[in-house]
Nanobody, 117 residues
Framework: QVQLAESGGGLVQAGGSLRLSCAAS????????MGWFRQAPDKEREFVAH????????AYADSVKGRFTISRDTAKNTVYLQMNSLKPEDTAVYYC??????????RGQGTRVTVSS
């Protein structure tokens, strides 16, 4: 069973930056990809970015492309989300999730990001 722990959220002014971390424990080779998702108040959870453990292939939501960067440190089993040029609409709880067997079966507790205008 994969356990995930996010950190790095907080309050930042618009235009600022934050780096989120997600430490994964209990990983197996069946966990091929990690994703970041977010959920704003009164909104559906949405995909932000993902990265594969093996080749480091990435994908981003259009809303964050060019501003956010996902990366991973395979030695530390940790995934990062560098968020630059933050906007008030980026305010949300951010979750990392582990994909196993084609589904994001495990999720962390989330870390809150608040961007003030």
């Amino acid at each position: 069973q994969v356990q995930l722990a996010e950190s790095g959220g907080g309050l930042v002014q618009a235009g600022g930056s934050l780096r989120l971390s997600c430490a994964a424990s209990g990983r197996t080779f069946s966990n091929d990809r990690m994703g970041w998702f977010r959920q704003a108040p009164d909104k559906e959870r949405e995909f932000v970015a993902h990265i594969t453990w093996g080749g480091g292939e990435t994908a981003y939501a259009d809303s964050v492309k060019g501003r956010f960067t996902i990366s991973r440190d395979t030695a530390k089993n940790t995934v990062y989300l560098q968020m630059n040029s933050l906007k008030p609409e980026d305010t949300a709880v951010y979750y990392c999730a582990a994909r196993v067997g084609g589904q994001y079966a495990y999720r962390g507790q989330g870390t809150r990001v608040t961007v003030s205008s």
